[in-house]
């Protein structure tokens, strides 16, 4: 089932707007990662978070742990933010196991 | 970013063939993990060490798949009889106890 449930799948953003991204747990998550998947397929850390909220560039995420929920605000977008972005959430097997979401395909237009 | 070195890139086999594919973790990191990222961006974890013992593996990596992380050596994930199902990225991950993980660039395995 979807432990991790992310959405949208899919966004088109105009240069400079902003926009969220959100994921919902059906598990109790303790710790999120946010990541994103360039064209090579490398993963490319940008947050980890216990809960809270967390701040780098024009990236801001928060984790609510309570509400078993995350987010990840992109503001003024630039053409390079395009990509996959996933996110994961450690499992509370106590193994350290991420549970990733199924992504959100982003693609930034001039 | 990240520091972790997977080797090779590309892998291509053909159906019962094995398929051997390598980590190095980041230096320090005493857990390294496992993940299969199938054409659909489904992540399933498959296995996980804390220095060399297993810490937790999913039945799949029971039967065909083996792994090991050999003390002063890179760690392995090996399919003994390859499936055109196996065909996805596979992607090895390290980290610290009970923190973030950093990911290597990915093994991508086709299977003919």
């Known amino acids: 089932g979807d432990k991790v449930k992310q959405s949208p799948s899919a966004l088109s953003l105009q240069e400079g707007t902003n926009s969220a991204l959100r994921c919902n747990f059906s598990?109790?998550?303790?710790?999120v990662q946010w990541f994103l998947q360039n064209p090579r397929g490398s993963l490319i850390n940008l947050f980890y978070l216990v809960p809270g909220t967390k701040e780098n560039g024009r990236l801001k995420s928060a984790f609510d742990s309570k509400e078993s929920y995350s987010t990840l605000h992109i503001r003024d977008a630039q053409l390079e933010d395009s990509g996959t972005y996933f996110c994961?959430?450690?499992?509370?097997?106590?193994?350290?196991?991420?549970?990733f979401g199924s992504g959100t395909q982003l693609t930034v237009m001039p | 970013n990240s520091k972790v070195i997977q080797t090779p890139r590309y892998l291509v086999k053909g159906q019962g063939q094995k398929a051997k594919m390598r980590c190095i973790p980041e230096?320090?990191?005493?857990?390294v993990f496992w993940y299969q990222q199938n054409k659909n961006n489904e992540f399933k974890f498959l296995i996980n060490?804390?220095?060399?013992?297993?810490?937790?593996q999913i039945d799949m990596t029971e039967k065909r798949f083996s792994a090991e992380c050999p003390s002063n050596s890179p760690c392995s994930l090996e399919i003994q009889s390859s499936e055109a199902g196996d065909s996805a990225l596979y992607l090895c991950a390290s980290s610290l106890e009970a923190a973030e993980q950093f990911f290597g660039p990915g093994t991508r395995l086709t299977v003919l």
């Open positions: 598990i109790a998550a303790t710790t």
């Open positions: 060490f804390q220095n060399q013992e297993v810490l937790q």
């Open positions: 994961a959430a450690e499992a509370p097997s106590g193994s350290w196991q991420l549970i």
């Open positions: 230096k320090g990191h005493p857990v």
